[in-house]
């Protein structure tokens, strides 16, 4: 295959919108597993035909789906996700205890060199792997055991361990992100890890500086530097420079620092992509406007990018598993919203255009490139 | 042999028929119904009965000669007609939204 892949998880299927290296027309297939709550789809680096697919419901639970052949046929693989030893209690929303209970996985982080290890990272919050395709999965207990686990609470999507970034220079280094713990990282190939929250400040919470307890919704990281993070936090951007051992806010003059997704483009490190949303309550853009803002500083500074996108009555969100970028040059740049829009950018974010309009609602976006 | 309809979402996903028909050895209980039909159809193994505690999951409902047998002891025995064949056991999404 020539071209881009770009894999989009939705409310009630998934879609494989494919095109060749111009980006302009777009071939469609799906939806596959219609009916179900796919979460989130991600291919193998090491092989791009092998993805991995988190098919999910509230009747039927949780599947995990992969295919050999990029999408064109599956097989379901194993989904027997069980917490090592007593599960313990993590916070409720209204500050009970309550026992960690598996409800489905949200994110799916194949491994950069083995199609066959793949990291799952699900709600009730923790992470597992998997090193034979998917076919059995083992919690790496460290996270939870850490200590701060039953200080844990759900966000208001459930209390999710979303994102996993996997150092592309240090194999043993890893980061994840919890609504409502925060971000922590491991040194040593998942056994151990420790929180990383040192900057964060967030009001709903007791101590607004606590150690967990933050609700981040997204990190990102450029591979040329994985010292330096990017995160769109419940409120505020905020950036590290030190593999996250603190934090410095980057919200500078965007119109609202409420939102979910953060993406970095793939040859420029400074430069850096969110969507502002007007509030916690009101969970879509500000004055109706979707507005993708760039910032070619590493933050602080940005610039609206709306050529291509509604700019009146418009009142989607853009989730935070739903944005991603190809490498080609220029840098494509791709999301996915609520309306089951899926907008794409060939200009590095300069104008959009609709890939598909009437999907249902976007969960996940995540792309290939086949240069 | 026992017949079993499946949701049409579970069907898809065991590429199964309308209707499934199973022996199974012994007493036709909930318990031993489902284990049969997870050893024919392994990709079902979760979607019926948790997978860790091997509960009914809350949204999944049996019905079979016009009575819900939801809140049944997993090892009582199922009505005879669905025993004998002449009934098939519903397994059924309950109307819960979606």
């Known amino acids: ?371 | 042999m026992i017949r079993i309809i499946l949701p049409p979402q579970l069907r898809t996903l065991a590429h199964a028929g309308n209707e499934v028909t199973l022996d199974v050895a012994g007493p036709a209980t909930q318990r031993a119904v489902l284990d049969a039909l997870e050893m024919h159809y392994p990709v079902l193994r979760g979607t019926i009965r948790d997978q860790a505690t091997r509960q009914r999951r809350p949204r999944v409902r049996f019905f079979a000669c016009a009575e819900d047998l939801s809140l049944e002891p997993p090892d009582a025995p199922l009505p005879e007609a669905v025993a004998a064949g002449t009934e098939p056991l519903l397994i059924v999404a309950a109307i819960s939204g979606g």
């Open chain 1, 1 to 371: 295959m020539n071209g881009i892949r770009v894999l989009v998880g939705t409310r009630k299927g998934a879609f494989i919108l494919t095109a060749d290296n111009e980006r302009r027309h777009w071939d469609v297939s799906g939806p596959h597993f219609g009916g179900w709550e796919i979460y989130h789809i991600k291919g193998s680096p090491a092989d791009p035909d092998r993805l991995y697919a988190s098919q999910t419901s509230s009747w039927f639970g949780q599947v995990l789906q992969r295919s050999d052949d990029g999408g064109r046929t599956w097989e379901a693989a194993g989904n027997a996700f069980e917490y090592e030893g007593e599960p313990g209690t993590h916070q409720w929303y209204d500050g009970t205890a309550r026992p960690w209970e598996f409800k489905r996985v949200w994110h799916l982080e194949p491994s950069r060199t083995d199609p066959e290890t793949v990291y799952a990272g699900v709600e009730d919050a923790a992470l597992f792997r998997s090193t034979d395709g998917g076919h059995t999965w083992r919690e790496l207990a460290g996270l939870r055991g850490h200590g701060s686990g039953p200080q844990w609470q759900p966000g208001a999507g459930g209390m999710c361990l979303h994102t996993i970034l996997l150092d592309p220079v240090d194999p043993a280094r890893m980061y994840i992100a919890i609504s409502a713990a925060g971000a922590f990282r491991s040194d040593d190939a998942g056994a151990s890890w420790q929180p990383i929250n040192r900057g964060l400040k967030s009001e709903y919470i007791p101590d607004p500086t606590a150690e967990v307890g933050h609700c981040v919704h997204r990190i990102a990281m450029h591979p040329s530097r994985p010292q330096v993070l990017f995160m769109q936090k419940h409120w505020d951007v905020m950036r590290s420079d030190d593999a996250g051992a603190s934090w410095h806010e980057i919200s500078g003059n965007l119109p609202s620092d409420f939102g979910f997704v953060i993406e970095v483009h793939a040859h420029e490190p400074e430069t850096l992509y969110v969507v502002p949303i007007k509030s916690d309550t009101e969970h879509y853009p500000p004055d109706g406007r979707l507005r993708v803002y760039r910032s070619r500083t590493g933050g602080n500074e940005w610039e609206p990018l709306s050529s291509g996108l509604p700019q009146q009555n418009c009142y989607v969100n853009v989730l935070r598993d739903a944005m991603a970028v190809d490498t080609l040059d220029p840098c494509g740049v791709y999301f996915g919203t609520t309306g089951g829009q899926v907008y794409a950018s060939s200009d590095a974010g300069d104008s959009w255009t609709p890939i598909v309009r009437d999907l249902p609602s976007v969960l996940s976006v995540e792309v290939q490139t086949f240069p």
